[in-house]
C-alpha cells in the first residue's frame, strides 16, 4: 500500500515566461523540501520545456494538460503523448470535465488519449464525474461507474498490464464543482472514491489497493484537510488554488502530514 498522497495543480490556460519562472520558483521555496508527498504540476504545452528546466532534479513532478489520440499524423494543431513525453512529463490529464465540454471530447477519444499516454510511459490521470443534471437525477454514481466500467472494459489485457504497470491514477471530478465555490461532501467524495476502487479491484485486486484515486472539484486550503483525511481519497487535483503558490503550497502542506487511507 502506498504512503503518500498525490497532489497535482492543474494550471489550465494560464502563464506567461515570467509569471511561469516565478510561480515555479515560489512553489519550490514553499514546498520544495516536503518528502511525505507526491506533487505534479500540469502546465500549457507551450511551457513544458520551461518546467523541464526549472523542475528537473527537483520533488515536483509535472505533466501536460492532455494528449492527442493519435500517435502520428495529419492532425493539425495536435500534440501526441510522445512529444509532451520528450520534455520530461511525467503525468498527462485525460478526459478532462472541461475539455468534454468545451471542445466535445467523447468517452471513445478519451479511452484513445488513455492508451496512447500509457504507450509513451506516461501515466495518465483519467478523470470521471457527473454533470449537474446527473447529480439532481440521483444518477451521480451510475453515471461515475459507467464511465471507469467503459475505460476499463476499452482495454485489452496488454494496456491492463500497462496500465497497472504505469501506476495510471483515477480523478473523480464532479463536473457541477469546477470552477465553482462548490464542492463534493469528503463523506460522498468518499463513497465515490471507494466505488471506483471496488470497479478496480475487479479487474486486478492488488492495482486497487495501490492505485490512487484523488478529488478534483474546488479543493481549497479550506476544505482539503477534510477531504484529504478521508480513507479513499488518496490526494487532489487543484484547479483555481494551482494558479496561487500560497493556496496551492498550503494545500500541499496539508497533504504531507497524512498518508493515504488503508483500503480493505
Known sequence: ?????????????????????????AL????????????????????????????SGTNIAWGSQNVSQYEDGAFTGSISSYMVAEFGCRYATIGHS?????????????ANRFTQALKANLTPIFCVG???????KGNAKAV????????LGSLDPQMLELMFKNKAVFAYEPAWAIGTENFAKPKAANEMHEMIRKIIAEKNSEY????????????????????L???NIDGGLVG?????????????????????????
Request: glycine share 6%; charged share 25%.
Open 28 to 55: 519550490l521555496t514553499k514546498i520544495g523540501k516536503i518528502n511525505n508527498l507526491d506533487i505534479a504540476l500540469c502546465l500549457p504545452f507551450p511551457y513544458l520545456w520551461r518546467a523541464q528546466s526549472i523542475l
Open 1 to 25: 500500500m502506498h504512503s503518500k498522497k498525490l497532489i497535482v495543480g492543474n494550471l489550465k490556460m494560464h502563464g506567461r515566461l515570467k509569471w511561469n519562472e516565478d510561480m515555479l520558483t
Open 208 to 227: 486497487a489497493k495501490q492505485v490512487k484515486i484523488i478529488y478534483g472539484g474546488s479543493m481549497t486550503p479550506d476544505n482539503a484537510e477534510a477531504l
Open 130 to 136: 457527473e454533470k449537474e443534471g446527473e447529480r439532481e
Open 98 to 110: 472541461k475539455r468534454r465540454a468545451l471542445t466535445s471530447e467523447n468517452f471513445q477519444s478519451a
Open 229 to 231: 483525511t478521508m480513507d
Open 240 to 264: 483555481r488554488c494551482s494558479i496561487d503558490p500560497s493556496a496551492f503550497s498550503q494545500i500541499c502542506e496539508t497533504a504531507n502530514q497524512l498518508k493515504c487511507g488503508e483500503t480493505s
Open 144 to 151: 461515475v461507474e459507467s464511465q471507469v466500467r467503459a475505460l
